[in-house]
């Protein structure tokens, strides 16, 4: 069956497929590629939400990464992303390292909903729907639905969305080089122990 949907595909493109899946199942495939859409940013704003509330000093170090050196941070993020995924792919491709290149795809996922966390951060700054929503939460939430309709539209909302993806990840690869950086060059302080 899959062969012959593929040989399919190839002969006639998409109008064969809507032959082949009938309407309803080509709308049915629509409405899944949405609905997955829909929950992958609904975890977003979750993610950033939990981010946000548990780890303040780190979401505050992002933005200031994000603001100060925004072209340091597209270039980060371009190269760590695309070096990422083409290990990723190396890795999967190998069956050996299957596991580790699957790991390491979560870990970029992860990483991609903190990234979408500064963006929202940064969007709730500029557009408070409600003054009282002065609050970092408000801004949070505020942020992630101006973000999230500004991905609705068509070419532009998803050339922004990927411009803003790619900020945000090299601001947060920065942000937690640099405190792995800090943490290392620090010495810790011996603490006494109580005979």
Not at 11 to 28: A, D, H, S
Not at 71 to 94: A, D, E, R
Not at 169 to 185: E, I, M, N, P
Request: include cysteine; proline fraction near 3%.
């Amino acid at each position: 069956m899959e062969t012959v949907s593929v040989h399919l595909l190839n002969q006639g493109g998409m109008e064969q497929l809507v032959k082949t899946l009938g309407l309803g199942g080509f709308c049915l495939a629509i409405f899944t590629i949405l609905a997955v859409l829909a929950i992958t940013k609904l975890a977003s704003l979750a993610a950033a939400l939990w981010l946000d509330g548990r780890f303040p000093e780190i979401s505050d170090a992002m933005l200031r990464a994000f603001h100060e050196r925004p072209g340091h941070c597209y270039l980060v993020g371009v190269v760590n992303l695309v070096v990422g995924l083409l290990i990723v792919l190396i890795l999967l491709v190998s069956k050996i390292f299957a596991l580790f290149g699957l790991i390491l795809l979560v870990s970029i996922f992860v990483l991609g909903f903190a990234a979408y966390f500064v963006t929202y951060r940064e969007v709730g700054r500029f557009a408070q729907l409600r003054p009282g929503w002065d609050t970092r939460t408000g801004s949070l939430v505020t942020g992630a639905l101006v973000a999230e309709a500004a991905f609705l539209v068509p070419v532009l909302g998803q050339v922004l969305s990927v411009a803003s993806l790619l900020r945000g990840f090299g601001a947060v690869t920065s942000t937690l080089v640099s405190r792995r950086r800090r943490d290392k060059q620090t010495p810790r302080e011996a603490t006494p122990v109580a005979e």
